[in-house]
C-alpha cells in the first residue's frame, strides 16, 4: 500500500513539474495596441545590391547569386496584414514577419528569376514592420541568435536609439545555414540596409547585401 501510495505521489509530482516546464515554455503574450503601418499598399523602394561569396557545396549556388551584383531592385508594397492588439513570439512571426509584402523587380524593367524574387521578396517583406513602441515589440525575442540547432530557425531583435534591427536565421540538418539581418527605421518600418547570407561548412559562402537608395510614396 505504501508503495502504490507513493507512485501515485511521484506521478503527481511529475505531472506538477511537467506542467509548469510547459507553462514556463509558453510565449507570452505583448501588448501591442498601438501598432500602425507606417508604408501602404503601392509605396515602392528602390535598393542598389552588391552579391559575394563562393560555392561548392550546398543548395545555393553563386551563379544564382553573383548576377546580382550591382543590379538595383524595385519592391512594391502590395499586402499588410491586419494588425491585432496582443501577440507572442510566434504570432508575430508568423501573422507579422513571414508574410510577403512586396513583389521584386530590377531597376531597368525586367524581372528576376524564380529563385531571386523569392529570396529578394522574402528578404524586404520579413523586414517591413508596423510602427509601434519598439522597446516592447524587442521583449518579443531574444537579443542572441543560439548555437547550432539542426533544423532549427530563430528570430533576434534588437533595439537602438536610432534603428531597430531584426534578424532571421535558420539551420539544416548538417553544418549549412542562412538568413537575413535588417536595420529598420524607427519612423517608418521599412528597413534601410539587409544583408541576406548562406553558408555550407567552409565550401559556400554566399552574400547579398540590399541597401535603400530612394522611395515613392503613393498618395
Not at 8 to 31: K, M, R, S
Amino acid at each position: 500500500m505504501k508503495r502504490i501510495y507513493a507512485v501515485a505521489v511521484a506521478v503527481c509530482l511529475i505531472g506538477v513539474v511537467t506542467v509548469g516546464v510547459i507553462y514556463f515554455l509558453l510565449p507570452t503574450p505583448v501588448d501591442l495596441s498601438d501598432l500602425s503601418w507606417g508604408v501602404a499598399v503601392g509605396h515602392t523602394y528602390q535598393y542598389d545590391i552588391l552579391a559575394s561569396g563562393y560555392s561548392s557545396l550546398g543548395s545555393i549556388s553563386s551563379e544564382q547569386v553573383l548576377p546580382l551584383n550591382g543590379t538595383s531592385i524595385i519592391a512594391t508594397v502590395n499586402n499588410l496584414p491586419s494588425l491585432d492588439a496582443v501577440y507572442n513570439a510566434a504570432s508575430f512571426s508568423s501573422e507579422i514577419i513571414h508574410v510577403n509584402k512586396v513583389s521584386c523587380s530590377f531597376a531597368n524593367g525586367t524581372e528576376p528569376d524564380e529563385w531571386a524574387n523569392a529570396t529578394l521578396s522574402d528578404m524586404v517583406s520579413g523586414c517591413i514592420l508596423p510602427v509601434v513602441d519598439w522597446s516592447t515589440l524587442d521583449t518579443l525575442f531574444p537579443d542572441d541568435s543560439p548555437g547550432f540547432t539542426p533544423n532549427g530557425d530563430f528570430i533576434v531583435t534588437i533595439f537602438y536609439d536610432d534603428m531597430f534591427t531584426i534578424e532571421y536565421g535558420w539551420w539544416g540538418p548538417v553544418d549549412n545555414g542562412g538568413g537575413w539581418s535588417g536595420s529598420v527605421s524607427l519612423s517608418t518600418g521599412v528597413p534601410v540596409s539587409i544583408v541576406w547570407t548562406y553558408r555550407h561548412g567552409v565550401d559556400t559562402l554566399l552574400l547579398i547585401q540590399l541597401t535603400i537608395v530612394g522611395s515613392v510614396v503613393a498618395d
